[in-house]
């Protein structure tokens, strides 16, 4: 493209941007390094959603000097430019390797239906290490006004710790997550610890009472563990001790999921409740290097989203979010808050999720 070889229209001198890597750019505009590549190179190879896509990344690192078309001064585009509705960030955060992303199914909703209303959406992965450069990028420090007009977050860690950044400094935000903070920001909660009740009451009706529950050690643990002993305490009016209803907590990843699987099978538990894809994996595999059948031997009941849980084998029983719900309301709420200027709207909705049963939690059999 004649613009990518250090010109700009009318002749002039680039304005000075930072360097990105191909990988960053892809990864922010949700495409591949080859799209991005053409985009780059080629703008009229790739389609026009990809090509805008690759342009508003642009603008979100720092480097808009190298896009094209409406936006390029890195401020949100308007029907003025021909850019239709204003740019619109969706927030998760990053996903470590040999993790399963538990929001991918929401993003993806989210970033349809955006699309489908003509309103301009740029993905970022927050990285603690790099909030505060993303926080200034999106705000606008250096050219003046904010790149983007609002953020939907999706998920705690790094993207809430940049919520709250961007909250502070006045941007229109709303949160999707499973841990609730008295922070004065607008937010959906989900409320895993109403789908861990509803996983232990269905368990119990199936004849289980040695239940254990597996979940990742962040910020909602502590939640989900006092959730899981009043659940267990008062259908099975039981103490709900450790002994009685017991916790592991993993870090990220399929090898600590298989760990915590471990640890459950050996306290001698005929189910498992998992609060993450990873974990849910893990019981899986682990339980077949122990040549245990699931379910015949160990049920699993899934609390949140695992990618393709229909597919695998067993199909897994979940206890999941109406995703094209809570994307809608997020997306009507940022829209008016964008539209009112009132980035402080009191939102504080409470999602809970429903039972969906496959084939991996079954009554108890001997072992």
């Known amino acids: 493209m004649s613009e990518g070889k250090g010109q700009v229209p009318g002749g002039q001198s680039p304005p000075e941007h930072r360097h990105v890597r191909l990988a ?22 790739v389609s026009a959603a990809s090509r805008a896509k690759v342009q508003q990344a642009l603008a979100i690192l720092g480097a808009a000097g190298h896009s094209t078309g409406p936006g390029r001064s890195g ?16 927030i998760k955060p990053a996903v470590s390797a040999g993790n399963v992303d538990p929001y991918s199914r929401l993003a993806e909703i989210l970033t349809n239906r955006m699309f489908g209303l003509r309103i301009a959406v740029v993905h970022i992965e927050a990285i603690a290490e790099r909030n505060a450069i993303l926080a200034e990028t999106l705000l606008g420090a250096e050219h003046g006004g904010p790149t983007v007009a ?6 705690g860690g790094a993207a809430g710790e940049l919520a709250g950044m961007l909250a502070a400094r006045g941007l229109p935000l709303i949160r999707i997550s499973n841990a ?11 409320d895993a610890t109403g789908g861990i009740d509803t996983a232990v009451a269905h368990l119990v009706h199936l004849g289980h009472r040695r239940i254990g529950l597996a979940v990742l050690r962040d910020s909602a643990a502590p939640a989900r563990i006092a959730g899981f002993r009043r659940s267990m305490a008062g259908i099975l009016h039981i103490p709900a001790t450790r002994d009685q209803a017991p916790v592991v907590e993993a870090a990220g990843g399929a090898m600590a999921g ?18 993450a894809p990873a974990l849910s994996f893990g019981l899986l595999e682990a339980a077949q290097r122990l040549r245990l059948d699931v379910p015949r031997d160990l049920s699993l009941l899934t609390v949140g989203d695992v990618p393709d849980a229909d597919v695998v084998e067993p199909p897994l029983s979940q206890v999941v979010y109406d995703w094209a719900m809570v994307a809608q309301s997020a997306i009507d709420e940022i829209r008016a808050m964008i539209a009112s200027g009132e980035s402080g709207a009191h939102v504080d909705y409470t999602v809970d999720p429903d039972l969906v049963l496959r084939s991996s939690s079954v009554p108890p059999q001997r072992r």
């Open 24 to 45: 960053e750019i892809a990864g922010t505009a949700g495409v591949s390094k080859a799209t991005a590549s053409r985009a780059l190179r080629d703008p009229e190879s």
């Open 75 to 90: 401020r949100p585009p308007t029907p003025e430019d021909g850019g239709g509705s204003p740019m619109i960030a969706l």
């Open 150 to 155: 609002g953020a939907v977050v999706v998920g």
């Open 180 to 190: 609730r903070h008295d922070d004065g920001i607008p937010r959906i909660y989900l």
């Open 258 to 275: 298989v760990a915590a699987a471990e640890e459950l099978i050996d306290l001698r538990c005929t189910a498992v409740i998992a609060c």
